[in-house]
């Protein structure tokens, strides 16, 4: 969540690691502008969004898993892929 990046103008978002821009700290389709880190991107940010979902979020993620009403979808793959999963779901 800290390695997020964007540029407010065209919503271009970046991350640091994983797609970097090209110059550091500027957004690839407008080289002259810098990018943005949002506010709550922060370290401290995320430490009360990580603490809020262990507290509030997963409790219930766990009780729909055990009572066998949780699907699972895999998002990392292609579009279709996931189209298709979500078809066989429903």
Known sequence: MTVRRKFS????IYNIYFKPPIKENFCDLHPAEQLEQRADDTE???KVRLAT???QTK????YYEN???LKK????VDSETIYGQL???I
Request: net charge negative; aromatic share 4%; glycine share 8%.
């Open 87 to 89: 078809e066989k779901l």
């Open 9 to 12: 103008v065209c919503g271009e």
């Open 44 to 46: 401290e940010k995320a």
């Open 59 to 62: 409790p219930l993620l766990d």
């Open 67 to 69: 009572t066998e009403r």
């Open 53 to 55: 979902y262990e507290e």
């Open 73 to 76: 979808v895999d998002g990392t």
